[in-house]
């Protein structure tokens, strides 16, 4: 434990990376899950196939090996991100670190897909029906009418998928980010017997991020819920 | 039950491993001919530890399978090489057991994390694992040496302008994930980076990723060697590991046994032939045999 | 919702449109794959000799007894493990004590929410590393059965309340006491619902026993790790274990799929969200 309070600045700046991972690859696996949810049901059939593979593909695969494509096999064909160098201060986002960033989109995105599209499901027929009635076209239905209420039955599960996309950032500590489960490990290593003081502070720490992502989608969910 | 079909399912990882080998050669000549001494009647006191192992013929040595020049074990061959397994050779001849009898010398893995307990189980009789000696260590497990002093370095391309850790503030350097290498890489105030293993290290390095890579000087000079031509090591060493031998704390007669046999390699000349064969390949040169401790004061 | 829902039967006009994007989707498609190939190819990954370890006996031999078969050990182990868990902790939480029901809310809550890998770390120090060899081998299905148990527990309990309330009130209207009520008419009911989703937690927990890389636990990551240290092929290592891992995990949902129209029915399939108070989601 004591060693968690004399290094409170290295414990803030791995918090940061995780948080960092997290919002970065949150927002971008929300961009790139509603565009392949979008094709997942949208008239165009092959797309609709392509996507439907491709989320099969990559939910079967642990996020360990989908980390090992990017980080470890990736520079083998030439995938590197050595044109990503930013400093902020002491956090430096490196080519490995956009490697991490890549993969977890990647990841995250197929569950966004289907969080997304079983939110489509929720919307009752006649609203899709209505829309079509009135005369919008697919593009009109889908962004006025069905994916604004898909969004709302989505946040459930779409938190569920932003929250064990926050836990999963911990697997980048072995792929070259100095997040928090990286920072743990280290001071276990040096501190053998406070182990469990240690354990206990990063877990905690995680606990109550969790219920911060976990706070925000129930404000969202009540906000936006339909009557 | 389950504890014993994992056994088998792991060491059937190596031999399945090894049965396939598609001929990776080039290490059978970092190893020298070790002959088993003869006639161990009556050499070993009545009731030692060196006694029971010469008597069986049989011993178990943990050493590390994944360090190049100290201890590395290629999947095509049986024994394992480098400077750590040299050591363990003249001891276990020592013995009158062959070290290239692998019915009677057991290479037993042994990672750092599980030396201790492996020593403290009796799984190994003892252990050559690039295990420094730490007071900490020496509460729990017997330990002497030192038979090689070595420290933390820094390895960079061959092309590379870096001399030393100093060229290298704020600059990311590659040790293994939960390692006290990349620890020490942080505290010279480097930024560390970390890699599943050292053999990724190398891959970032080799993609630039990384400017520079940094763990145990032997090591590094083990991967420049396996890596000619392209990596080279630099700075001075800023840490000081003793790799020295382990032992079961309740067989505290092994310690002057263990020394005497280090000490004879030292003045016949045998051990720095060990280096030139293991770690010397890398381009070290071979430096002064390090002083060993006292038994009596461990 | 039938996707021609979404859009009216399309007329002639549309239909060439999507025509169009058919063959726009086709062309795009098959560009990524020839790019994906090219690189491969460009970078020497296609050669015979990268590939070779995976159609030597030996190695096959390897990847699916020590590698596979391994894993799915592990898996069954730690779900098996987790059912108990699971059902403790559930039926835990709904105890009517709260001296009983409050510290199982507090561990479920924090165990779903703590990251696995450092739970195995953890167990890892404090239990592997003087177990020997099994020692990984256990730290990956302790810290399996800790998690998955406790994502199970909001499963057992959402089973639970999903028997019509009528049941308990006629069991109670018959004389029965309180842990008859749960177990002779509750808990057979709550399984058959839940078994679809016990199944998908399979799928996770073989996922997640690749997580067993950091503490050196054997399984099928840990072989592909052996080859590719030893052949530099990381690339296709990466696919063969990546094509491994998704053969089983579809067989899995494969069985869940079964199973869910064998004992569920056309019911919409038991969905528990991964933490919090969030009842729709589902663990990934």
Same mark, same amino acid.
């Given at each position: 434990?004591?060693?968690?309070?004399?290094?409170?600045?290295?414990?803030?700046?791995?918090?940061?990376?995780?948080?960092?991972?997290?919002?970065?690859?949150?927002?971008?696996?929300?961009?790139?899950?509603?565009?392949?949810?979008?094709?997942?049901?949208?008239?165009?059939?092959?797309?609709?196939?392509?996507?439907?593979?491709?989320?099969?593909?990559?939910?079967?695969?642990?996020?360990?090996?989908?980390?090992?494509?990017?980080?470890?096999?990736?520079?083998?064909?030439?995938?590197?991100?050595?044109?990503?160098?930013?400093?902020?201060?002491?956090?430096?986002?490196?080519?490995?670190?956009?490697?991490?960033?890549?993969?977890?989109?990647?990841?995250?995105?197929?569950?966004?897909?289907?969080?997304?599209?079983?939110?489509?499901?929720?919307?009752?027929?006649?609203?899709?029906?209505?829309?079509?009635?009135?005369?919008?076209?697919?593009?009109?239905?889908?962004?006025?009418?069905?994916?604004?209420?898909?969004?709302?039955?989505?946040?459930?599960?779409?938190?569920?998928?932003?929250?064990?996309?926050?836990?999963?950032?911990?697997?980048?500590?072995?792929?070259?980010?100095?997040?928090?489960?990286?920072?743990?490990?280290?001071?276990?290593?040096?501190?053998?017997?406070?182990?469990?003081?240690?354990?206990?502070?990063?877990?905690?720490?995680?606990?109550?991020?969790?219920?911060?992502?976990?706070?925000?989608?129930?404000?969202?969910?009540?906000?936006?819920?339909?009557? | 039950?389950?504890?014993?079909?994992?056994?088998?399912?792991?060491?059937?990882?190596?031999?399945?491993?090894?049965?396939?080998?598609?001929?990776?050669?080039?290490?059978?000549?970092?190893?020298?001919?070790?002959?088993?001494?003869?006639?161990?009647?009556?050499?070993?006191?009545?009731?030692?530890?060196?006694?029971?192992?010469?008597?069986?013929?049989?011993?178990?040595?943990?050493?590390?399978?994944?360090? +190049?020049?100290?201890?590395?074990?290629?999947?095509?061959?049986?024994? +394992?090489?480098?400077?750590?397994?040299?050591?363990?050779?003249?001891?276990?001849?020592?013995?009158?057991?062959?070290?290239?009898?692998?019915?009677?010398?057991?290479?037993?893995?042994?990672?750092?994390?599980?030396?201790? +307990?492996?020593?403290?189980?009796?799984?190994?009789?003892?252990?050559?694992?690039?295990?420094?000696?730490?007071?900490?260590?020496?509460?729990?497990?017997?330990?002497?040496? *030192?038979?090689?002093?070595?420290?933390?370095?820094?390895?960079?391309?061959?092309?590379?302008?870096?001399?030393?850790?100093?060229?290298?503030?704020?600059?990311?350097?590659?040790?293994?994930?939960?390692?006290?290498?990349?620890?020490?890489?942080?505290?010279?105030?480097?930024?560390?980076?970390?890699?599943?293993?050292?053999?990724?290290?190398?891959? %970032?390095?080799?993609?630039?990723?990384?400017?520079?890579?940094?763990?145990?000087?032997?090591?590094?000079?083990?991967?420049?060697?396996?890596? *000619?031509?392209?990596?080279?090591?630099?700075? *001075?060493?800023?840490?000081?590991?003793?790799?020295?031998?382990?032992?079961?704390?309740?067989?505290?007669?092994?310690?002057?046994?263990?020394?005497?046999?280090?000490?004879?390699?030292?003045?016949?000349?045998?051990?720095?032939?060990?280096?030139?064969?293991?770690?010397?390949?890398?381009?070290?040169?071979?430096?002064?045999?390090?002083?060993?401790? %006292?038994?009596?004061?461990? | 919702?039938?996707? &021609? =829902?979404?859009?009216?039967?399309?007329?002639?006009?549309?239909?060439?449109?999507?025509?169009?994007?058919?063959?726009?989707?086709?062309? /795009?498609?098959?560009?990524?794959?020839?790019?994906?190939?090219?690189?491969?190819?460009?970078?020497?990954?296609?050669?015979?000799?990268?590939?070779?370890?995976?159609?030597?006996?030996?190695?096959?031999?390897?990847?699916?007894?020590?590698?596979?078969?391994?894993?799915?050990?592990?898996?069954?182990?730690?779900?098996?493990?987790?059912?108990?868990?699971?059902?403790?902790?559930? =039926?835990?939480?709904?105890?009517?004590?709260?001296?009983?029901?409050?510290?199982?809310?507090?561990?479920?809550?924090?165990?779903?929410?703590?990251?696995?890998?450092?739970?195995?770390?953890?167990?890892?120090?404090?239990?592997?590393?003087?177990?020997?060899?099994?020692?990984?081998?256990?730290?990956?299905?302790?810290?399996?059965?800790?998690?998955? /148990?406790?994502?199970?527990?909001?499963?057992?309990?959402?089973?639970?309340?999903?028997?019509?309330?009528?049941?308990?009130?006629?069991?109670?209207?018959?004389?029965?006491?309180?842990?008859?009520?749960? &177990?002779?008419?509750?808990?057979?009911?709550?399984?058959?619902?839940?078994?679809?989703?016990?199944?998908?937690?399979?799928?996770?927990?073989?996922?997640?026993?690749?997580?067993?890389?950091?503490?050196?636990?054997?399984?099928?990551?840990?072989?592909?790790?052996?080859?590719? &240290?030893?052949?530099?092929?990381?690339?296709?290592?990466?696919?063969?274990?990546?094509?491994?891992?998704?053969?089983?995990?579809?067989?899995?949902?494969?069985?869940?799929?079964?199973?869910?129209?064998?004992? =569920? /029915?056309?019911?919409?399939?038991?969905?528990?969200?991964?933490?919090?108070?969030?009842?729709? /989601?589902?663990?990934?």
């Amino acid at each position: 434990m004591e060693i968690v309070l004399d290094n409170l600045d290295l414990v803030a700046l791995a918090f940061t990376y995780t948080v960092l991972l997290f919002l970065i690859a949150g927002v971008l696996s929300m961009v790139f899950g509603t565009l392949l949810a979008a094709m997942r049901v949208g008239p165009v059939d092959v797309l609709n196939k392509a996507t439907s593979v491709y989320v099969t593909l990559v939910r079967n695969t642990p996020l360990l090996i989908v980390l090992i494509f990017f980080r470890i096999a990736g520079p083998k064909v030439g995938l590197k991100f050595g044109f990503v160098e930013i400093e902020i201060g002491e956090i430096r986002i490196t080519d490995l670190f956009t490697a991490c960033v890549v993969a977890l989109t990647v990841y995250t995105a197929a569950f966004v897909c289907e969080a997304l599209r079983s939110g489509v499901n929720a919307v009752p027929l006649g609203q899709a029906e209505a829309a079509r009635a009135i005369g919008l076209p697919f593009g009109g239905t889908m962004r006025n009418v069905v994916l604004p209420q898909a969004f709302r039955a989505a946040v459930p599960p779409l938190a569920s998928v932003q929250i064990a996309l926050l836990k999963n950032t911990t697997v980048c500590g072995i792929f070259g980010v100095s997040e928090a489960f990286f920072r743990m490990h280290s001071f276990t290593n040096s501190e053998p017997g406070e182990r469990y003081g240690i354990f206990i502070s990063f877990a905690v720490i995680f606990v109550f991020l969790v219920e911060i992502v976990s706070f925000f989608a129930n404000q969202l969910e009540r906000r936006w819920r339909i009557a | 039950m389950r504890l014993i079909k994992t056994k088998a399912a792991v060491a059937g990882v190596g031999l399945a491993l090894s049965m396939a080998a598609c001929g990776n050669a080039g290490s059978s000549d970092e190893s020298s001919d070790v002959q088993a001494a003869e006639d161990c009647d009556g050499k070993f006191e009545e009731g030692s530890k060196m006694a029971e192992l010469a008597d069986a013929g049989e011993v178990t040595v943990g050493v590390k399978f994944d360090q +190049p020049g100290l201890g590395f074990k290629d999947a095509s061959s049986d024994v +394992p090489t480098g400077f750590d397994i040299e050591m363990a050779k003249l001891l276990v001849a020592d013995l009158c057991i062959d070290p290239e009898d692998t019915d009677a010398v057991t290479w037993e893995e042994t990672i750092s994390d599980n030396r201790e +307990p492996y020593l403290q189980e009796g799984r190994v009789d003892m252990v050559l694992a690039t295990y420094s000696i730490t007071p900490e260590r020496q509460a729990i497990v017997g330990q002497t040496g *030192p038979y090689l002093v070595t420290g933390q370095r820094i390895m960079v391309k061959k092309e590379s302008d870096v001399q030393s850790k100093e060229d290298l503030q704020g600059e990311e350097v590659c040790s293994a994930e939960g390692s006290t290498s990349i620890e020490n890489v942080e505290k010279e105030g480097m930024v560390p980076a970390s890699a599943p293993d050292y053999t990724q290290c190398i891959e %970032d390095l080799r993609n630039g990723s990384v400017e520079a890579m940094s763990t145990d000087g032997a090591i590094l000079y083990g991967y420049a060697a396996d890596n *000619p031509g392209e990596f080279k090591v630099v700075g *001075p060493e800023f840490s000081e590991e003793r790799i020295g031998v382990g032992y079961p704390k309740e067989e505290p007669e092994m310690c002057e046994w263990i020394n005497g046999v280090i000490q004879d390699a030292y003045d016949d000349g045998t051990w720095a032939k060990a280096y030139e064969a293991t770690l010397g390949k890398g381009g070290a040169e071979t430096p002064e045999p390090p002083e060993l401790d %006292d038994c009596k004061a461990a | 919702m039938p996707a &021609n =829902v979404l859009f009216d039967s399309p007329g002639p006009a549309t239909i060439a449109r999507h025509r169009i994007y058919t063959v726009l989707a086709v062309i /795009g498609l098959i560009g990524v794959l020839a790019f994906v190939v090219w690189r491969l190819y460009a970078n020497g990954q296609l050669e015979y000799e990268l590939w070779e370890p995976f159609l030597t006996p030996a190695y096959i031999e390897a990847l699916l007894v020590d590698g596979l078969l391994v894993t799915l050990e592990m898996a069954f182990s730690a779900v098996l493990l987790a059912v108990v868990f699971g059902l403790i902790f559930g =039926v835990g939480k709904l105890s009517d004590h709260a001296w009983i029901s409050w510290p199982c809310w507090a561990v479920v809550e924090f165990f779903r929410a703590v990251p696995v890998l450092l739970l195995m770390t953890l167990v890892f120090y404090s239990y592997g590393v003087n177990h020997g060899e099994g020692g990984a081998y256990w730290t990956v299905v302790l810290s399996l059965m800790v998690y998955n /148990g406790a994502v199970l527990a909001e499963v057992f309990r959402a089973g639970i309340q999903a028997v019509p309330h009528g049941q308990a009130e006629a069991a109670y209207a018959v004389g029965m006491r309180k842990t008859q009520v749960m &177990n002779i008419i509750m808990l057979p009911q709550a399984v058959k619902i839940m078994l679809p989703a016990i199944i998908s937690q399979c799928v996770v927990a073989l996922k997640d026993t690749s997580l067993g890389y950091v503490v050196a636990a054997p399984g099928l990551t840990a072989v592909g790790r052996l080859i590719y &240290n030893q052949f530099e092929n990381q690339v296709p290592t990466a696919i063969v274990l990546a094509g491994m891992y998704i053969t089983v995990n579809l067989l899995l949902t494969l069985a869940a799929t079964w199973a869910q129209k064998k004992f =569920v /029915g056309e019911k919409k399939p038991l969905e528990v969200s991964a933490v919090g108070h969030l009842d729709d /989601g589902r663990a990934v």
